[in-house]
C-alpha cells in the first residue's frame, strides 16, 4: 500500500513536471504551473491590500521623482505584462525597498529614495523589479515549492512509520530549502538584474549607476547572511555580474539616447 502511494506521488510529481516547462526571458528552464490569470490576480489583490494597510504617499516631490523614473521605464516593457496598464505607488516607510507584482503594480517605499542617489539609481531598481514580473519568477518560485512539497511528500510515504527514516525526510526538508528554493530564488535575482539592467538602458537610464546602487544597498543592508543561505546573491557577487553585462546594456544606452530617450526626473 505505501509502495503503491509513493509511486501514485512520484507519477503526479512528473506529470507535473512535464507539463509545466517554460522558458525565461534569458533562455533559461522554467517551471510554471499556476494559469497567468490566477497570478496575476494575486498580485492585484496584494497590491490593494498594502495600499490599505500602510501609509500612501499621495503627492510631492518624492512622488514625482518616482512616477517620472517609471514612466520612463514602463514603455519599454512589453504590454503582454500589464493589460490594464502600469500603477505606481509610493509608500511612506522607511523600508530601503520597492517591488513589483504581477498585474502591473508597482510599490517604493520612501526610505528608498534615501539610499538611491539619482534618477539613473533608482531607475536600476524599479527595472530589476519590473523584471522579475517579465520574467514570472512568482508563477516559478511557487511551482518550484509546489513541486518540492510534492517530491517530500512522496519520499514521507515511502519512509512510513520508521523514525530514523523520518529524521531523514526531515533533514531532506531543510537540504531542499537550502539546495533548491534558495538557489532559486538567487537565479531570480542575478536574472532580474540582467533584464533589469537592459530595460533601464533602453529607457535612457545609465546602467553604470547600477553598480553604485548595489554598494549604497549593501551598506544600507548591514550584515548580511551567507551567500548560500540567502536568497540574494552577495554583494560582491552582484556587481561583479552587473559588470560582465554592462558592455552591451552601455551600446543600448547610447542607442537610446540617440533615439531621443533622455529621461529629466532630476527635479
Avoid at 526610505?111 to 539613473?120: A, F, H, Q, S, Y
Wanted: proline share 6%; aromatic share 4%.
Amino acid at each position: 500500500m505505501i509502495a503503491s502511494g509513493s509511486r501514485a506521488l512520484a507519477a503526479l510529481v512528473l506529470v507535473a513536471l512535464l507539463s509545466a516547462c517554460a522558458t525565461s526571458p534569458t533562455g533559461r528552464p522554467q517551471l510554471q504551473f499556476m494559469p497567468d490569470a490566477q497570478i496575476r490576480s494575486m498580485g492585484v489583490e496584494a497590491y490593494r491590500e498594502m495600499q490599505d494597510a500602510e501609509p500612501v504617499l499621495e503627492a510631492g516631490p518624492r512622488v514625482a521623482r518616482v512616477e517620472c523614473v517609471a514612466e520612463a521605464i514602463i514603455p519599454q516593457v512589453p504590454d503582454e505584462y500589464a493589460g490594464n496598464g502600469w500603477e505606481v505607488t509610493v509608500f511612506e516607510s522607511d523600508q530601503v525597498n520597492a517591488f513589483a507584482l504581477p498585474g502591473g503594480k508597482i510599490g517604493v517605499y520612501t526610505g528608498l529614495l534615501e539610499v538611491t542617489e539619482n534618477p539613473d539609481q533608482l531607475a536600476a531598481v524599479i527595472a530589476h523589479e519590473i523584471a522579475h514580473v517579465m520574467a514570472e519568477h512568482a508563477n516559478e518560485r511557487m511551482s518550484t515549492e509546489m513541486a518540492t512539497a510534492l517530491g517530500l511528500g512522496a519520499l514521507q510515504v515511502a519512509a512510513g512509520d520508521d523514525p530514523q527514516r523520518r529524521r531523514l525526510m526531515a533533514v531532506l526538508g531543510v537540504g531542499a530549502q537550502v539546495g533548491i528554493i534558495l538557489p532559486f530564488s538567487r537565479t531570480h535575482e542575478s536574472e532580474a538584474d540582467e533584464i533589469g539592467l537592459g530595460l533601464m538602458a533602453d529607457a535612457g537610464f545609465d546602467p553604470r549607476a547600477s553598480v553604485a546602487l548595489w554598494r549604497n544597498m549593501a551598506d544600507a543592508g548591514g550584515e548580511a547572511p551567507p551567500e548560500f543561505l540567502s536568497t540574494h546573491p552577495s554583494g560582491e557577487t552582484r556587481i561583479a555580474d552587473l559588470r560582465a553585462e554592462l558592455p552591451t546594456a552601455i551600446y543600448r544606452y547610447e542607442q537610446a539616447r540617440a533615439a531621443g530617450r533622455r529621461p529629466d526626473c532630476a527635479s
